[in-house]
């Protein structure tokens, strides 16, 4: 362990500030892949302008050459510094914001039924795209264990694991208190439920790999060219961007949670949600078996969550959960609140170093579920993944490049779904941290 360092405990009262350091304030998954910086020259002309790097752009950019189109993503900075690498690299199926039965309720049977199995579908393709391209991201199937935090919990999630295996065929097993030893090395929880075909992987690694992908098939991706005005016209789009402008036929907003002032009909209906991260310094193997002994995906049941891993590779774990919202990004108590919560549930975790701390930008929706389609002047969009992006943001970009493309299999469960707007979207910013805050005292008050 670390002797000169931001240990746990001192994270989770706040710290001093002799062991600032050791702390990075940056995402740990840039060690392995830093963002590349490297500027290219600006195509007049494209087939497809695709705004916004991350997994949802270069999905589509990937689908889109594979096709023989031309093809142009810009990034306003460098391409990958935003939320795709900075999550937790935990990879669902998608079925994770609403239990069946009130989704059911929210969309009927068959529109249910019809989300339900296009969530599967997104972690089969990401299975296969990784596989198809030869991505090496560390890929792996771990399953996910989710923890229930009260004994009520443990009983709604087993009845919701039934209606997930019966509408969508998705495999699951109960584990009672008693057996929760086997999955986790901590007493906090009542159970849970695992999901053993959920994934994880290197979100930087795989980032970096999309990227070499569309650059090897001839797409140009520029950094440090954001766009600023997309114009219409009678020949397709005008792009204006701080380096300059080109034109394309079509274009892809692909921004999530940094869409901002590029569009009216985006501001309206995404909530920017901060979202922050921590890991450890690398961990003696036998700590880490006690820990994760099946080094799964990890969540729990709360209404402001925490979720966490280990990163087999590096002997390492990775903790995340909402950002700390008193606190700037680059002060260590910005992520106190991620370091108690891992102290609660790991206490021997307590004299072992964080060595990263970091937090990015996730897009929610006010229905909370994803969205894709085209903006009444003809701009195509796929964003709003309320914090499972992962599989949601690859699929979605490979769906609306299929359906700029005007090819049938871009269909999707959600192409028919309103993407709603507020009355008072302006103050949904404001509003993010009382309504967590909120969330917070009712998920310690049992209430």
Same mark, same amino acid.
């Given at each position: 362990?670390?002797?000169?360092?931001?240990?746990?405990?001192?994270?989770?009262?706040?710290?001093?500030?002799?062991?600032?350091?050791?702390?990075?304030?940056?995402?740990?998954?840039?060690?392995?892949?830093?963002?590349?910086?490297?500027?290219?020259?600006?195509?007049?002309?494209?087939?497809?302008?695709?705004?916004?790097?991350?997994?949802? *752009? @270069?999905?589509?950019? +990937?689908?889109?050459?594979?096709?023989?189109? %031309? /093809?142009?993503?810009?990034?306003?900075? #460098?391409? !990958?510094?935003?939320?795709?690498?900075?999550?937790?690299?935990?990879?669902?199926?998608?079925?994770?914001?609403?239990?069946?039965?009130?989704?059911?309720?929210?969309?009927?049977?068959?529109?249910?039924?019809?989300?339900?199995?296009?969530?599967?579908?997104?972690?089969?393709?990401?299975?296969?795209?990784?596989?198809?391209?030869?991505?090496?991201?560390?890929?792996?199937?771990?399953?996910?264990?989710?923890?229930?935090?009260?004994?009520?919990?443990?009983?709604?999630?087993?009845?919701?694991?039934?209606?997930?295996?019966?509408?969508?065929?998705?495999?699951?097993?109960?584990?009672?208190?008693?057996?929760?030893?086997?999955?986790?090395?901590?007493?906090?929880?009542?159970?849970?439920?695992?999901?053993?075909?959920?994934? *994880? @992987?290197?979100?930087? +690694?795989?980032?970096?790999?999309?990227?070499? %992908? /569309?650059?090897?098939?001839?797409?140009? #991706?520029? !950094?440090?060219?954001?766009?600023?005005?997309?114009?219409?016209?009678?020949?397709?789009?005008?792009?204006?961007?701080?380096?300059?402008?080109?034109?394309?036929?079509?274009?892809?907003?692909?921004?999530?949670?940094?869409?901002?002032?590029?569009?009216?009909?985006?501001?309206?209906?995404?909530?920017?949600?901060?979202?922050?991260?921590?890991?450890?310094?690398?961990?003696?193997?036998?700590?880490?078996?006690?820990?994760?002994?099946?080094?799964?995906?990890?969540?729990?049941?709360?209404?402001?969550?925490?979720?966490?891993?280990?990163?087999?590779?590096?002997?390492?774990?990775?903790?995340?959960?909402?950002?700390?919202?008193?606190?700037?990004?680059?002060?260590?108590?910005?992520?106190?609140?991620?370091?108690?919560?891992?102290?609660?549930?790991?206490?021997?975790?307590?004299?072992?170093?964080?060595?990263?701390?970091?937090?990015?930008?996730?897009?929610?929706?006010?229905?909370?579920?994803?969205?894709?389609?085209?903006?009444?002047?003809?701009?195509?969009?796929?964003?709003?993944?309320?914090?499972?992006?992962?599989?949601?943001?690859?699929?979605?970009?490979?769906?609306?490049?299929?359906?700029?493309?005007?090819?049938?299999?871009?269909?999707?469960?959600?192409?028919?779904?309103?993407?709603?707007?507020?009355?008072?979207?302006?103050?949904?910013?404001?509003?993010?941290?009382?309504?967590?805050?909120?969330?917070?005292?009712?998920?310690?008050?049992?209430?």
């Amino acid at each position: 362990m670390s002797t000169e360092s931001w240990t746990v405990s001192a994270l989770a009262r706040g710290g001093s500030q002799t062991s600032l350091q050791t702390l990075k304030f940056s995402p740990y998954w840039w060690e392995a892949a830093p963002p590349q910086a490297g500027l290219k020259p600006l195509p007049a002309r494209v087939d497809v302008a695709i705004i916004g790097g991350g997994f949802t *752009g @270069l999905s589509a950019a +990937l689908t889109l050459l594979r096709r023989g189109r %031309r /093809v142009a993503v810009l990034e306003r900075g #460098v391409p !990958g510094f935003g939320a795709s690498t900075r999550n937790g690299g935990q990879v669902g199926s998608g079925n994770q914001k609403f239990r069946v039965k009130r989704l059911i309720e929210l969309h009927g049977e068959a529109k249910a039924v019809a989300m339900l199995k296009d969530g599967v579908a997104m972690l089969d393709y990401l299975k296969e795209l990784v596989t198809r391209e030869g991505i090496e991201c560390r890929f792996q199937q771990s399953g996910r264990f989710r923890a229930a935090m009260r004994p009520e919990h443990y009983e709604a999630m087993a009845r919701d694991m039934e209606d997930l295996r019966r509408y969508a065929g998705v495999d699951s097993f109960a584990v009672p208190r008693a057996e929760q030893h086997k999955e986790i090395g901590s007493n906090r929880f009542f159970g849970g439920s695992v999901l053993p075909g959920d994934c *994880g @992987l290197h979100p930087g +690694l795989y980032h970096q790999g999309l990227l070499h %992908r /569309v650059e090897a098939a001839g797409g140009v #991706v520029l !950094g440090q060219t954001g766009a600023e005005v997309v114009e219409p016209g009678t020949a397709g789009f005008t792009i204006h961007t701080a380096r300059g402008k080109l034109v394309a036929r079509n274009v892809i907003v692909a921004t999530n949670g940094y869409t901002k002032h590029l569009n009216g009909y985006f501001d309206k209906r995404i909530v920017p949600v901060g979202s922050a991260l921590i890991a450890t310094e690398t961990l003696p193997q036998a700590l880490l078996d006690e820990l994760v002994p099946k080094r799964r995906m990890y969540g729990n049941t709360n209404r402001v969550f925490f979720y966490f891993r280990a990163v087999p590779e590096d002997n390492a774990i990775v903790w995340g959960g909402r950002t700390g919202h008193l606190a700037a990004a680059d002060s260590p108590r910005a992520y106190a609140h991620l370091a108690r919560d891992m102290l609660q549930t790991f206490p021997q975790l307590a004299p072992y170093a964080i060595t990263h701390g970091w937090s990015g930008q996730i897009g929610y929706t006010f229905d909370e579920l994803p969205h894709l389609g085209t903006t009444p002047s003809g701009i195509h969009y796929a964003m709003g993944y309320c914090g499972t992006g992962v599989s949601r943001s690859t699929w979605f970009g490979h769906k609306i490049a299929l359906q700029v493309l005007g090819d049938k299999e871009g269909h999707t469960a959600f192409d028919d779904i309103a993407f709603p707007s507020h009355a008072f979207h302006a103050f949904a910013p404001v509003m993010v941290p009382v309504v967590e805050t909120w969330y917070r005292i009712r998920d310690t008050a049992n209430i």
